[in-house]
C-alpha cells in the first residue's frame, strides 16, 4: 500500500512556507515536498519527506510515484516574472516545462489509484496585459478572460499553463478509444501581489510593496522602483493561503470555472509608503522608478474582478487595506527584525 500525501513543489518559497504549517496544523494527510532549496529548520518536521531537487528531474516524480499516492497537488516552484524576463528560456523550462510534467506526474497518479487528483496552480495577474496607462485606467476591474495578452514572458507562461491544466482536466487525449481525462482536477487561482510578514519576496515585480515594508522594519532606506501613482492588486500572505486551502476544499460541483481572481485591496504605491511610514515613522522611502520595470507593473491591472471566487468558493480575505497593516504586518514585522 502506498501512502496518501499531498505534494507541495516549491516548498522552500513564499507561499510555500505559510502553506506547509496551515496544512500540517489540520493534520488531515502528510505532506512530501519538492524544492532545489532546504526548507527552514522549523518546517522540516511538518513533513513526511523533503526531496531536495528540480521538478524536471523525471527520477524524481518516478521515485515519488512508485512511493506514495499523491492525492492533492500544490505546484508552487516558478521562476518570477523580474527573474524570468532576464532569463526567458529558464523561465519558460522551470514555469511551462515543470509544470507540464507535474500535470503529466498528477496524470499519472490519477491513472493508477483511480480517483481524480486536485491539481492546485497558483497563476498570477501577470497573465493580463494592458496596451497602455489610458486602458488600464478605464478597464475598470478585470473578468478572467478580458485582456489576456501578458508582455511577460513569466505572464505568457502562466496563462498557458492555465489552458494546460484545463486540457489535462477536460480534454487530456480526446482521440483514445477509452476516457482519459477527468484524472487531474485542476484549480488556479490568479494571485495579485502577496504581501508576508515572514518572508521576503525575490525575482517578482510587485515585490516593491514587500520590500519597501521589511527595508522600513529594518531601518533601512528604500528606494521604490515604481511611481507613486502606480496600482495593482494586493493581499496578505495569510489570506492568500486561506484562499489556496478554500479552493483546495471547494466541491468541485460548485467550481463554474478552471481559473479564478482573487484580491483584496489595490493600493497606489504612495498609498502604501503612506501607510509604511505611518507604521515606522524613520523610514525612508523615496520614489525612483526603473522604467522598464515600471512598463511591467503599468501593463498589470489596476483591479480584478473577483466575484467568481466569492460566489463558487467562499473567497473572503480577513484584511483590508487599513488592517493588514495595523493587524498583521507592521505588528509582525517589528517582533520579526
Ligand atoms: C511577480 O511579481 O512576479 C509575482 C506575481 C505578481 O505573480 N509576485
Known sequence: ?????????????????????????????????????????????????????????????????????????????????????FSPMAGHQVNVEGTLKLLDFAQSQGESHGRPVVFLYPSSIAAYGLPDLETKSTAGRLKEHEWNQPTTMYGCNKLYCEHLGRYYADHYKQL????????????????????SAETVPSGGTSDYAPEMIHAAARGEPYACFVRPDTRIPFMTMPDAVNALLRLAHADRSNLSR?????????????????????GFPEAKISFRPDLK???????WPADVDDSAARNDWGLDPEYDLETAFSDYLIPRIRERY
Open 1 to 85: 500500500m502506498r501512502k496518501p500525501v499531498i505534494l507541495i513543489t516549491g516548498a522552500s518559497g513564499e507561499i510555500g512556507h505559510g502553506l506547509i504549517e496551515d496544512l500540517s496544523a489540520r493534520q488531515e494527510t502528510s505532506i512530501i515536498t519538492i524544492d532545489l532549496q532546504p526548507l527552514p529548520r522549523e518546517h522540516r518536521d511538518l513533513v513526511d519527506r523533503e526531496y531536495l531537487g528540480s521538478i524536471l528531474e523525471i527520477h524524481l516524480l518516478e521515485r515519488i510515484l512508485a512511493e506514495f499516492e499523491v492525492r492533492t497537488v500544490f505546484h508552487l516552484a516558478a521562476l518570477l516574472s523580474t527573474r524570468a524576463e
Open 176 to 195: 483514445a478509444a477509452e476516457t482519459l481525462s477527468g484524472k487531474v482536477d485542476f484549480r488556479s487561482i490568479r494571485f495579485p501581489g502577496l504581501i
Open 258 to 278: 478552471a481559473v479564478y481572481n482573487i484580491a483584496a485591496f489595490n493600493p497606489s504605491a504612495g498609498q502604501i509608503a503612506e501607510l509604511v511610514q505611518r
Open 293 to 299: 520595470r515600471q512598463a511591467i507593473v503599468d501593463s
